[in-house]
């Protein structure tokens, strides 16, 4: 479940995220009331077996079932799990599969839900940047990585190149956060591999830190500019926290 919403005084509209039908608007009726079996199953970032039925463009849930797998992520890791829910809501039309996509959606949750949160930061944010990237290519807004985007030129592994909103992949200008070429070229291996979000994820984690950052802040300006927004909600909640 991507997020949630109230509707009327016992009722909720769901947005979920499923691997054969993409995302869905679903009427979950009198799941508010203390008595009803939805009430302590729907919740984000959980595996959920769904039963529903309708052909309008909100479907009613009729069943709902908790897979198990994990527990729910905590501190950060839930920010961060709200962050690709909120990533998801803005960028995926409904009604279209992404079986790639939820597979990478799966892997890190599952990665954000795992034991020892603080020791495994730097794993937590190698996956956020992998699900970004593959979110990015699977609704088309991700250039190939392995040439430059306006000319098709290949890549000079020595050279730095810089990913920017509509001009793609190009030459670095000076002063400009970029990655080598060598690094971008690596990036479109993995996302190419037959288990992309495992193979991105490991690629990433073996990254500088400069180069980790410079990656994570050429998303970011991406995801916002196709967002449409400066700064992402959960974004800024998470700032907001971190001040206070």
């Known amino acids: 479940m991507l997020?949630?919403?109230?509707?009327?005084?016992?009722?909720?509209?769901?947005?979920?995220?499923?691997?054969?039908?993409?995302?869905?608007?679903l009427v979950a009726k009198g799941a508010k009331r203390p008595s009803s079996n939805f009430r302590p199953v729907l919740l984000p970032l959980q595996p959920l077996q769904l039963n529903y039925g309708g052909d309008a463009e909100i479907r009613t849930l009729k069943g709902a079932e908790w897979m198990g797998g994990h527990v729910m992520p905590t501190g950060e890791a839930l920010l961060s799990g709200y962050y690709i829910n909120e990533l998801l809501l803005r960028l995926l039309a409904?009604?279209?599969?992404?079986?790639?996509?939820?597979?990478?959606?799966?892997?890190?949750?599952?990665?954000?839900?795992?034991?020892?949160?603080g020791a495994q930061a730097a794993t937590q944010a190698a996956a956020l940047r992998a699900f970004e990237l593959i979110l990015l290519r699977e609704v088309g807004l991700l250039p190939s990585l392995d040439v430059q985007t306006l000319t098709l030129e290949p890549l000079d592994a020595g050279v730095r190149y810089s990913l920017v909103p509509e001009a793609g992949l190009r030459t670095a200008m000076e002063g400009e956060a970029g990655l080598a070429g060598a690094d971008w070229q690596a990036l479109q291996a993995v996302l190419?591999?037959?288990?992309?979000?495992?193979?991105?994820?490991?690629?990433?984690?073996?990254?500088?830190?400069?180069?980790?950052?410079?990656?994570?802040?050429?998303?970011?300006?991406?995801?916002?500019y196709h967002c449409g927004v400066s700064t992402l909600r959960t974004r800024q909640m998470m700032r907001d926290l971190q001040a206070l």
């Open 3 to 25: 997020h949630r919403y109230d509707w009327s005084e016992s009722s909720l509209i769901l947005e979920v995220f499923t691997r054969h039908h993409g995302r869905i608007a």
């Open 94 to 117: 409904r009604d279209d599969a992404h079986e790639a996509l939820f597979d990478a959606y799966a892997g890190v949750v599952q990665v954000l839900a795992g034991d020892h949160a």
């Open 192 to 224: 190419d591999d037959r288990a992309p979000f495992t193979a991105t994820l490991r690629e990433i984690a073996t990254m500088n830190a400069g180069s980790n950052s410079a990656l994570r802040n050429q998303l970011r300006a991406l995801l916002n």
